[in-house]
Every structure is written in structure tokens, then in C-alpha cells.
């Protein structure tokens, strides 16, 4: 209950801060936001080459990842803050290279706790530093001077990386289960494809935001920015909580969790697209009473919006069994399918924005709606898939 607390408060906070800076601040501060939010998420995933996500499935091996980690997230950060600032991204490479560090930092260190069920102290680990940035932004709004979003961001992160790798030295691995922990080679064949697919993932949840900074304007980046802030960041204060407690769940319940899939996966579908409308209608009213900076809301991408989040609901059940269950020939398929999903989407994005002249707000939901789309549909199919092998193993 704790945990569902912090998780709630700082969604909140988070959602809050991006309706403060969306309400209060100029177009260019807008696309700002939207940019270093956007490369959280992005950053530190190819520091961590899926360790991350290893720790989630081999908490008996959580001791001698960490001590991976800490050697390998500042090597690794270096490249990955060429690639982001080369790119043309963040004002200097010092600030993409910290970036990566406090994204790969929180990230892993959010998986560990969560891993081993310390559940209140996973959600301050991911959650902290977005409670600290509320009151930052409001602080700027409300006090007199201004901040630099992007800089306030990398030291409240680093700060909150600190905290936590004080607690996990604290509580460690053994505290929790005897570690056995498999073979070096063997953590880095897993992980180096959950790495591939968090990259997917990411690309998938950000490069839209980037894509828009890219090749539209800064008015088109914090038009976009503000409608998933009205219509589509809302659904994920549900879904994330729900992929949060899944997983761990998923990987000590299999019999339990696929009777359920099969019996209730209907009304699963129903229960969700009602959600994502109710939330679509709660967004056109926070927008009238918020009145943001960009105008009026696009009805057409409210609704694109709202199809998008249930998708990305649907997806958090695939994610959670193929993250614990999964072997690797099963993630060299879900790899493969989900490269044809970006490409799918990229096909629809390059047809719709130039074949047809769409605007090009339009035309990334709508490519990101085929991309979760198809993501979500090829996740289904592996879950089918193992769970029918896993079955036939274990009949007598």
C-alpha cells in the first residue's frame, strides 16, 4: 500500500509538473521539457545492456550484477553521450554523458529493489526525484528567477542514484536469497537482448517526441508534448502500476497467471478501452480548465492518443511474462517483430506526412498507434507460444 502511494504521488507529481511547464512557460522551455524527458528514458538503456532487466529474472544473481554495473555504466556512458549530443540533442556532452549515468543509475537501481520485493524503496528510487522536481518547477513559477529545466533535472537524479546505492549497500543481495549467480557469458546473452528490446521499447515510448523536435517545429513539439500530457500520460499512472507488480508476480504465479489470461482476456480488453475513453473525456476537461499555451486540442489526436494507451495497457501483460519466461530464440523473435513494427510505423509516418500531407503531429500518433499496435499483437503470440511449450513439457 506504501509503495502504491509513492508510485501514485509521484505520477502525480510528474504529471504536474509537465501541466505547470506546458501552462507557465514559453514555447521554447515546452520543447525543452519535452527533450530531456524524452531522454531519460532513452539514455541510460544502452549503458545497462539489459543487466537491468536481468536482475528482474535472476535475483539470485543480483550481487554480481551490481558489481558489473559499477564499472560498466560510467564506461559505457561515454559513447552513448557521443551518440545523444552528436545527434544534436542537450547543450554539451557533459550533460548527455551525466544523464546517461543518473537514467542507467535509477533504472538499475529501481530493478534491484524491486526484484527482491522492496517495493516502497523501488518506487522512491524511481519516483523520488519527479517529486523533487514539482517542487523545483514550482518554485520557479510561483518565486522569483528561473531555472534551467535540463540541468535541475541531472542533479536531482544524481542525488536521488546516490541515496539509493546508499540504501543497496545497506540492504544487499544476501540479505534478501543465497546468491548462485550464473555465469558471466550467460547474464550477457540475456541481456544483451533485453537491452536490444528496452531499446525497442524506448524508441517506441520516446523517439516520437524526437522525431516531432526533428523535423517539425518547436510550436508542433510543444503541441504534440501537450496532448500526451492531457491525453495519453494519464493511463500510464495505471498501467505503469500494474507492470510494476506484474512482473515478479508473472515469474513466482505461471499456471495461475495464463488461467486468468484465458478466462478473463475479453473482459480485460473491455475493462481497458473503457478506461482509456473515461480518461480521454477527464483530459478535455483538465485542458479547458488548464488552458495551455498551444491552443485548442485536436480532437482526432485526443482519440489517437486514447486508442495508443490502451495499447500500451495491453502491452504491460505480454512484457511482464516474456521478460521472466522468455529464452533467448524466443527474444531473437520478439526482436525481429518488433523491428518490423518500427518499420511498419515508420512506413505509415513517411506515407501519411508526405504521401498525404498530414500534419506531422498527426502523423507520429498515428504511426505510434500502429507501432504499439503491432508490438502489443507479436507479445500475445510469443506468450501463446511458450506458455503451449511449457504445457506440453510438463505433461506427463
Known sequence: MISFFIYGFGLVAFYLCDLLVTSNFSTDAVSSWAEIRALIGFSGILSLVGLDLVIMRSPQSSARLLRLLVVQVPLLAVPVALLVHGLGYLDSYLQAYLL??????????FQYFRSHYQRSMAQLTQQGWRIIMLGIIAASIFGPGTIEIGKAVIVVMLA?????????????????????????????????????????LALAVYAEQLLVI????????????????????PISVLNGYAGFLLGPWVRDNHDQFILVLRRRWPIVVLVLGMVALMLNVVGHIGWRVMAPSVGNPSLGLSLIFATCGMMISLY???SA??????????????????????????????????GLSAPVVVSVAFASLINWTLRTGFGIAIVALIAKQRMVRHDP
Do not use: K
Open 214 to 233: 526533428r523535423v517539425g517545429t518547436i510550436e508542433d513539439s510543444a503541441r504534440y508534448f501537450t496532448h500526451a500530457t492531457f491525453f495519453l500520460f
Open 100 to 109: 546517461a549515468i543518473a537514467s542507467a543509475g535509477t533504472i538499475a537501481l
Open 321 to 354: 511474462y516474456n521478460g521472466v519466461f522468455a529464452q533467448a530464440r524466443h527474444h531473437d523473435v520478439l526482436i525481429f517483430a518488433q523491428m518490423v513494427a518500427l518499420g511498419c510505423a515508420f512506413g505509415v509516418f513517411m506515407l501519411s506526412s508526405m
Open 160 to 200: 536521488g542514484v546516490a541515496v539509493a546505492a546508499s540504501v543497496a549497500l545497506v540492504m544487499r543481495p544476501s540479505r534478501f536469497c543465497v546468491q548462485d549467480p550464473e555465469p558471466v557469458s550467460a547474464l550477457y546473452r540475456i541481456g544483451a537482448r533485453f537491452m536490444i528490446t528496452s531499446s525497442l
Open 316 to 318: 504491460q501483460i505480454p
